[in-house]
């Protein structure tokens, strides 16, 4: 079955290549198509179009469906060409004529979209809540091994004192950045395109306000020809948001697998968590976070990809927008899957307290010293070539105690301004 069909055949090489992917993605998107029917159904009972007996057996039907839908029998064979076909010819199997009038006043093309926005918000909402989840457990172990130095870097090379508490807390902190840029994400997916139709509006005198309000969008989309214009600025923003949060994940990724080696040894993780190799019986291999660095460099493109495909479309619909499906839920799903397994993964990192013990990092501490001097009189300028020239000459002996007490340093570390940062976003 298609909502477009006028009675003839289409070929199978063009239904196969048309249809694609989507019968298999569109299952992501069914509870949404679902409620977004019954709202419709509730705007046309009001309108006049459907009796109240009509409205009551189309919400009794949908709710059949929806009731398939979340026990996982629910399934869209190859007669159908996608979910709104399906669903639509399982409400009229159940109720007879009443469901052949859903589609009133209505296009496939805001059906899809509202299903679209309808699923981005929910899957932000999810995506929120693991970048929060992760959040926390960076804090704790901010908390729990701030007192633990390791050597900061320049240039790769070894620069100043760092530490596990400004480590930690230092992801924790770029992800609220992150959780921005969903939060942006979000508000623009939190706007109804329904009643749009087919980028023209409706000569029907439907009532956007209240599908607006049932659907529970903060506002609506009021413009009919930029609701259907926010099919692919929709699907770039929420991979702008995902891109911010894997870019965070990827870093993190890159300095584990470093801090890893045998040459730094700064973390270690079980051995039930790495992998071996089928040669080299003592290797531990940080795979977890050699796949994760990789995904997240995957979903790091995904703007990139999203504007090729849109960035030279005219307005109204095209049906290139279909290929924006597959990108955008691979990539949602794959930042979901990174955010829990780095969750995972960090319940059971091992911490090397003794690091700055080798004398290989006493340079970390020559800040210090110019410091040290200045602060005893000494103008920075002479104080710096002092110590470089003790340096050059073998005579700089550190004294390895930090003491840094500014806001957001080694001493301060402003975690409780962090955590207030990070609630004050999220609500």
Same mark, same amino acid.
């Given at each position: 079955?298609?909502?477009?069909?006028?009675?003839?055949?289409?070929?199978?090489?063009?239904?196969?290549?048309?249809?694609?992917?989507?019968?298999?993605?569109?299952?992501?998107?069914?509870?949404?198509?679902?409620?977004?029917?019954?709202?419709? @159904? &509730?705007?046309?009972?009001?309108?006049?179009?459907?009796?109240? +007996?009509? *409205?009551?057996?189309? %919400?009794?039907? =949908?709710? !059949?469906?929806?009731?398939?839908?979340?026990?996982?029998?629910?399934?869209?064979?190859?007669?159908?060409?996608?979910?709104?076909?399906?669903?639509?010819?399982?409400?009229?199997?159940?109720?007879?004529?009443?469901?052949?009038?859903?589609?009133?006043?209505?296009?496939?093309?805001?059906?899809?979209?509202?299903?679209?926005?309808?699923? @981005? &918000?929910?899957?932000?909402?999810?995506?929120?809540?693991?970048? +929060?989840? *992760?959040?926390?457990? %960076?804090?704790? =172990?901010? !908390?729990?091994?701030?007192?633990?130095?390791?050597?900061?870097?320049?240039?790769?090379?070894?620069?100043?004192?760092?530490?596990?508490?400004?480590?930690?807390?230092?992801?924790?902190?770029?992800?609220?950045?992150?959780?921005?840029?969903?939060?942006?994400?979000?508000?623009?997916?939190?706007?109804?395109?329904?009643?749009?139709?087919?980028?023209?509006?409706?000569?029907?005198?439907?009532?956007?306000?209240?599908?607006?309000?049932?659907?529970?969008?903060?506002?609506?989309?009021?413009?009919?020809?930029?609701?259907?214009?926010?099919?692919?600025?929709?699907?770039?923003?929420?991979?702008?948001?995902?891109?911010?949060?894997?870019?965070?994940?990827?870093?993190?990724?890159?300095?584990?697998?470093?801090?890893?080696?045998?040459?730094?040894?700064?973390?270690?993780?079980?051995?039930?968590?790495?992998?071996?190799?089928?040669?080299?019986?003592?290797?531990?291999?940080?795979?977890?976070?050699?796949?994760?660095?990789?995904?997240?460099?995957?979903?790091?493109?995904?703007?990139?990809?999203?504007?090729?495909?849109?960035?030279?479309?005219?307005?109204?619909?095209?049906?290139?927008?279909?290929?924006?499906?597959?990108?955008?839920?691979?990539?949602?799903?794959?930042?979901?899957?990174?955010?829990?397994?780095?969750?995972?993964?960090?319940?059971?990192?091992?911490?090397?307290?003794?690091?700055?013990?080798?004398?290989?990092?006493?340079?970390?501490?020559?800040?210090?010293?110019?410091?040290?001097?200045?602060?005893?009189?000494?103008?920075?300028?002479?104080?710096?070539?002092?110590?470089?020239?003790?340096?050059?000459?073998?005579?700089?002996?550190?004294?390895?105690?930090?003491?840094?007490?500014?806001?957001?340093?080694?001493?301060?570390?402003?975690?409780?301004?962090?955590?207030?940062?990070?609630?004050?976003?999220?609500?």
């Amino acid at each position: 079955m298609k909502l477009w069909d006028k009675g003839y055949t289409t070929e199978n090489i063009v239904e196969r290549f048309t249809v694609g992917n989507d019968r298999v993605l569109d299952l992501k998107l069914a509870k949404f198509d679902v409620q977004g029917n019954a709202v419709h @159904a &509730k705007m046309l009972a009001k309108i006049g179009i459907l009796t109240e +007996q009509e *409205l009551a057996d189309i %919400l009794k039907g =949908l709710e !059949e469906i929806d009731q398939t839908i979340e026990d996982g029998t629910f399934t869209i064979e190859g007669d159908f060409e996608d979910v709104h076909s399906k669903i639509e010819f399982e409400l009229v199997k159940k109720i007879g004529e009443a469901g052949k009038k859903i589609h009133t006043a209505r296009s496939r093309n805001d059906q899809v979209l509202v299903d679209l926005h309808l699923y @981005a &918000k929910d899957e932000i909402i999810q995506i929120k809540g693991l970048m +929060q989840t *992760l959040f926390k457990t %960076l804090i704790r =172990l901010t !908390e729990q091994h701030q007192k633990v130095l390791l050597p900061g870097y320049t240039h790769m090379q070894i620069a100043m004192p760092s530490s596990f508490g400004l480590w930690f807390g230092a992801y924790a902190e770029s992800l609220i950045d992150d959780m921005i840029m969903m939060n942006a994400a979000f508000k623009i997916a939190d706007q109804n395109p329904l009643g749009s139709a087919a980028g023209y509006g409706s000569s029907f005198p439907i009532d956007r306000t209240m599908t607006t309000e049932l659907l529970g969008f903060e506002t609506m989309k009021y413009n009919v020809v930029a609701a259907q214009m926010s099919r692919g600025k929709l699907e770039r923003s929420i991979s702008y948001g995902l891109a911010s949060v894997a870019g965070t994940l990827s870093k993190f990724s890159a300095d584990v697998c470093l801090f890893m080696s045998q040459n730094f040894n700064f973390i270690g993780f079980p051995k039930e968590l790495t992998t071996g190799s089928s040669i080299m019986p003592h290797k531990q291999n940080p795979d977890v976070f050699e796949l994760m660095r990789a995904k997240c460099n995957q979903i790091q493109s995904l703007p990139v990809e999203i504007s090729y495909m849109i960035n030279n479309l005219t307005s109204g619909y095209h049906r290139d927008f279909q290929q924006l499906k597959e990108s955008i839920m691979n990539g949602i799903d794959q930042l979901k899957d990174n955010l829990e397994v780095c969750n995972f993964m960090l319940q059971h990192i091992k911490v090397n307290e003794n690091i700055l013990d080798s004398d290989m990092y006493d340079y970390l501490y020559s800040v210090e010293e110019v410091n040290k001097l200045v602060m005893s009189g000494m103008p920075f300028r002479e104080a710096y070539q002092k110590l470089g020239k003790d340096i050059m000459e073998g005579n700089y002996k550190p004294e390895k105690n930090v003491h840094h007490t500014h806001e957001g340093s080694i001493g301060n570390l402003c975690l409780e301004e962090i955590k207030k940062k990070m609630s004050d976003v999220m609500k």
